[in-house]
C-alpha cells in the first residue's frame, strides 16, 4: 500500500498531518477546512478523493477522542440521537450520489466551487463564534431556554439541523466540527464540555459513513489518510499542551488565518484551470 509512495512524498503526508493535528489541538477546530485546502492545493488531490479521504482522516483522528469522551460521560445521547435520525439518512444518499456523480468533470468543477463556498461559509460561522464567546452567551442561552419549552419543536429542530449537517458532510467533508459546534451552543444550550463530547460522536458517525461510501468506490486515498492522521496524533498532543499557555483569541485567529488563506489558495487554483 505505502510502495506506490516515495518517502519523500509519505514525510510532506507526515508534516502536513502534523501541522493541521497541531492547530486542532490549539483550538479544536479547523478539522476539514484545513484538510481539505492541503489535499486539493497541495497534494493535488482529485476533489472527489480528497473528500472521502478527509473524512477518513476525521473518523480516524476521532476514535481516540471519542473513548476518551464516553468515558468522561460528556455525550448528550438524547439530543444525539435525534440529531442522527436526520444525519445518517442525509449524509448516506449525499455521499452515495456525489460519489455516483464522480466522472462528470463538470460535476466536479461544481463540487470544488461548493466546497470553496462551505469553507467560507465555515469562515463566518467561526468569526461568529469568536466574537458570541468574547461577548458572552446571553443571547445564545435564551435561544437555547426557548426551545427548552418546546421539546417537540427542539427535537424537530435537531433532525432538521441534522439533516443539514448530514449532508454538507458527505458532499464536502467540512461541518463536523465547524457547524456542529455552534449549533449545539447556541440552538440547544449545550456546555462546553457537552458540546465537544456530543460534536466528536456526531461527527464520527458522519465521517464513517461518508468514508465507507467513497471508499466502496475507491474514492479515497488509504495511505494518505493513515500518514497524516498518524502525524495529526502527534500534533495535536503539541498543540493542546501549548494551548493552555497562549490567549484563546489569538489561537483561534491564527487558525481562521490559516483556513482563508487555505480557502483563498483553494480559489486561485480553480481560476487557474
Same mark, same amino acid.
Not at 473524512?55 to 464516553?70: D, G, M, P, R, S
Not at 456546555?191 to 466528536?200: E, H, K, L, R
Given at each position: 500500500?505505502?510502495?506506490?509512495?516515495?518517502?519523500?512524498?509519505?514525510?510532506?503526508?507526515?508534516?502536513?498531518?502534523?501541522?493541521?493535528?497541531?492547530?486542532?489541538?490549539?483550538?479544536?477546530?479547523?478539522?476539514?477546512?484545513?484538510?481539505?485546502?492541503?489535499?486539493?492545493?497541495?497534494?493535488?488531490?482529485?476533489?472527489?478523493?480528497?473528500?472521502?479521504?478527509?473524512?477518513?482522516?476525521?473518523?480516524?483522528?476521532?476514535?481516540?477522542?471519542?473513548?476518551?469522551?464516553?468515558?468522561?460521560?460528556?455525550?448528550?445521547?438524547?439530543?444525539?440521537?435525534?440529531?442522527?435520525?436526520? $444525519?445518517?439518512?442525509? *449524509?448516506?444518499? &449525499? /455521499?452515495?450520489?456525489?460519489?455516483?456523480? %464522480?466522472?462528470?468533470?463538470?460535476?466536479? !468543477?461544481?463540487?470544488?466551487?461548493?466546497?470553496?463556498?462551505?469553507?467560507?461559509?465555515?469562515?463566518?460561522?467561526?468569526?461568529?463564534?469568536?466574537?458570541?464567546?468574547?461577548?458572552?452567551?446571553?443571547?445564545?442561552?435564551?435561544?437555547?431556554?426557548?426551545?427548552?419549552?418546546?421539546?417537540?419543536?427542539?427535537?424537530?429542530?435537531?433532525?432538521?439541523?441534522?439533516?443539514?449537517?448530514?449532508?454538507?458532510?458527505?458532499?464536502?467533508?467540512?461541518?463536523?466540527?465547524?457547524?456542529?459546534?455552534?449549533?449545539?451552543?447556541?440552538?440547544?444550550?449545550?456546555?462546553?464540555?457537552?458540546?465537544?463530547?456530543?460534536?466528536?460522536?456526531? $461527527?464520527?458517525?458522519? *465521517?464513517?459513513? &461518508? /468514508?465507507?461510501?467513497?471508499?466502496?468506490? %475507491?474514492?479515497?486515498?488509504?495511505?494518505? !489518510?493513515?500518514?497524516?492522521?498518524?502525524?495529526?496524533?502527534?500534533?495535536?498532543?503539541?498543540?493542546?499542551?501549548?494551548?493552555?499557555?497562549?490567549?484563546?483569541?489569538?489561537?483561534?485567529?491564527?487558525?481562521?488565518?490559516?483556513?482563508?488563506?487555505?480557502?483563498?489558495?483553494?480559489?486561485?487554483?480553480?481560476?487557474?484551470?
Amino acid at each position: 500500500m505505502f510502495d506506490q509512495l516515495e518517502i519523500g512524498a509519505i514525510l510532506i503526508r507526515l508534516l502536513l498531518g502534523l501541522f493541521i493535528g497541531f492547530c486542532i489541538g490549539l483550538t479544536s477546530i479547523g478539522g476539514g477546512v484545513l484538510i481539505l485546502p492541503a489535499l486539493t492545493v497541495l497534494l493535488k488531490v482529485d476533489p472527489l478523493v480528497a473528500v472521502g479521504t478527509t473524512t477518513l482522516y476525521a473518523f480516524l483522528t476521532k476514535i481516540t477522542a471519542l473513548v476518551h469522551h464516553i468515558k468522561l460521560k460528556t455525550i448528550d445521547w438524547s439530543l444525539s440521537k435525534r440529531f442522527l435520525s436526520g $444525519a445518517i439518512p442525509a *449524509t448516506l444518499l &449525499t /455521499s452515495g450520489w456525489i460519489s455516483l456523480k %464522480g466522472a462528470d468533470h463538470e460535476f466536479k !468543477a461544481q463540487l470544488e466551487s461548493f466546497i470553496i463556498g462551505v469553507i467560507f461559509f465555515g469562515i463566518i460561522l467561526m468569526i461568529w463564534n469568536m466574537i458570541s464567546q468574547k461577548k458572552g452567551a446571553l443571547t445564545q442561552s435564551r435561544v437555547a431556554q426557548k426551545l427548552l419549552q418546546h421539546p417537540t419543536l427542539r427535537s424537530s429542530l435537531a433532525i432538521f439541523v441534522g439533516a443539514i449537517c448530514g449532508a454538507l458532510v458527505g458532499a464536502t467533508a467540512i461541518g463536523g466540527g465547524v457547524l456542529v459546534v455552534p449549533i449545539l451552543i447556541i440552538l440547544f444550550g449545550l456546555s462546553t464540555s457537552q458540546t465537544v463530547g456530543s460534536a466528536i460522536f456526531l $461527527a464520527f458517525i458522519m *465521517t464513517a459513513i &461518508t /468514508s465507507l461510501t467513497f471508499g466502496a468506490r %475507491g474514492e479515497l486515498d488509504l495511505p494518505t !489518510a493513515l500518514i497524516m492522521s498518524l502525524g495529526s496524533t502527534i500534533g495535536v498532543y503539541f498543540g493542546s499542551r501549548l494551548s493552555v499557555k497562549l490567549p484563546d483569541l489569538l489561537l483561534r485567529s491564527i487558525v481562521l488565518s490559516l483556513v482563508i488563506l487555505g480557502a483563498i489558495m483553494m480559489c486561485v487554483k480553480k481560476g487557474a484551470h
